[in-house]
């Protein structure tokens, strides 16, 4: 029986990556403007975020080198050494000198820092959300998956904090090189991380896998060969909401400071209290699913998104000052997706695979669909010069993912 202790390193580790990655996208106005100083704002703002999807890019080759170890040698060997390898290139990144220091060689620097990270946190969630799934009673999979999710928002809550503390209260000259701080305090987070999930145990699900000798020799292959629309069911599953989470927390915020003028303090707070918001509704979410179950609360998420998507962006555009409500709705609704797809995704993956499919398609979606997001919306508003576009992409991706909800058949679910 796995212990209160060893739940709460899992999500520890969770808070970590999600604070450690979301930094760079909170900060962005300043780290466009010390590592891409010769260019315009909106320049500047687009390599920038260049930079904030290639890590992504990189998460699911990380993914699947974790998803491997957890298949093929037990979801907590790999849980107990990603802590330490989120840490080392964040702190790099802290440590980072700027353009003026060192010319093109610091926004390169950048680019390999993101990068390492990427790969380093590609199976940190995923895995994590595989263990408190596996670790949970059947009849509340869904709760503790919510929980699991609960963790990204926790953190992307932290590093949007963090933001906002520094852009409030730090002056521009202090905040060129105070920005270090928080990226700075993940050396602290990760170490504590580390220590407290030395002595994790094993999921019973897992324990049984070896029992029965039913371990996959190597699930990449395997997987790939026997379970390809395991792949396909599961990115189509995780597209959206992959796509809304960054779409709303990353894209909008930055959207509104840099074509509307909305000061970067007060986005970032409306930002901090929907995060929040979404922090205390996603375990309601998780407990709802567990009584009605999962898929009939994702595909209402999809089918608002669908129908007043459009017109709730529209509203943002054109009364920015009002942005928070936005946000809020915007925030609650995808909750209902980001609350059921962990525990949707678990029961229905074999055991034996479960790891490195889970941890490649959550990555994948995130890396490709949600990674990508932020510099696309950009691209498609430059290139239209329509300032409505963007949310046509979040549009199609809930399309995507409510079409996906009727290929699953809900009587071929794992333990």
Not at 147 to 158: D, K, N, R
Not at 311 to 317: A, D, I, T
Not at 358 to 376: A, D, E, Q, R
Not at 403 to 412: K, N, P, S, V, Y
Request: aromatic content about 16%; some cysteine.
């Amino acid at each position: 029986m796995v212990s209160i202790r060893d739940k709460i390193a899992s999500l520890a580790g969770c808070i970590l990556e999600w604070y450690d990655f979301s930094l760079y996208g909170f900060f962005l106005p300043i780290i466009a403007v010390l590592y891409f100083p010769n260019n315009t704002a909106s320049v500047a703002c687009i390599k920038t975020l260049g930079i904030f999807s290639v890590g992504f890019l990189a998460r699911p080759m990380g993914a699947l080198l974790f998803g491997y170890i957890s298949d093929k040698y037990g979801r907590t060997v790999c849980l107990k050494r990603t802590p330490l390898l989120i840490t080392i290139p964040t702190a790099c990144i802290a440590l980072l000198p700027t353009y003026q220091q060192i010319g093109i060689l610091a926004p390169l620097l950048l680019l390999i820092a993101r990068v390492a990270q990427g790969l380093c946190i590609g199976g940190e969630f995923s895995n994590n959300i595989v263990y408190l799934c596996e670790t949970a009673p059947i009849k509340r999979r869904y709760f503790f998956g919510s929980i699991g999710a609960c963790t990204g928002s926790f953190g992307m809550l932290l590093g949007s904090s963090m933001a906002s503390l520094c852009f409030i209260f730090f002056s521009h000259k202090t905040l060129l090189y105070g920005w270090r701080i928080g990226f700075g305090l993940s050396i602290l987070l990760g170490l504590f991380t580390y220590f407290i999930r030395r002595k994790m145990d094993e999921t019973t699900v897992y324990k049984k896998l070896i029992q029965e000798v039913k371990t996959s020799e190597n699930p990449i292959i395997e997987s790939y060969k026997n379970q390809i629309t395991d792949y396909l069911k599961a990115i189509g599953l995780i597209y959206f909401p992959a796509t809304a989470f960054y779409f709303i927390f990353v894209f909008i915020p930055n959207y509104l400071n840099s074509y509307f003028g909305v000061q970067t303090g007060k986005i970032l707070g409306d930002n901090t209290l929907s995060l929040l918001s979404r922090l205390f509704f996603i375990p309601v979410i998780g407990i709802i699913a567990d009584q009605l179950g999962g898929i009939k609360i994702a595909r209402f998420s999809c089918l608002f998104f669908l129908i007043l998507g459009e017109p709730l962006f529209y509203f943002l555009v054109y009364q920015p000052a009002k942005a928070f409500f936005i946000l809020l709705i915007f925030a609650l609704l995808s909750t209902l997706n980001a609350a059921t797809t962990p525990g949707l995704l678990i029961s229905l993956l074999k055991p034996c695979t479960r790891s490195t499919i889970f941890s490649f398609t959550f990555n994948f979606s995130f890396g490709i669909f949600g990674g990508i997001v932020p510099v696309l919306s950009f691209l498609i508003v430059n290139l239209s010069g329509n300032k409505i576009a963007p949310v046509y992409y979040l549009l199609f991706s809930a399309a995507v993912t409510l079409a996906t909800t009727f290929c699953i058949d809900q009587r071929e679910m794992y333990e």
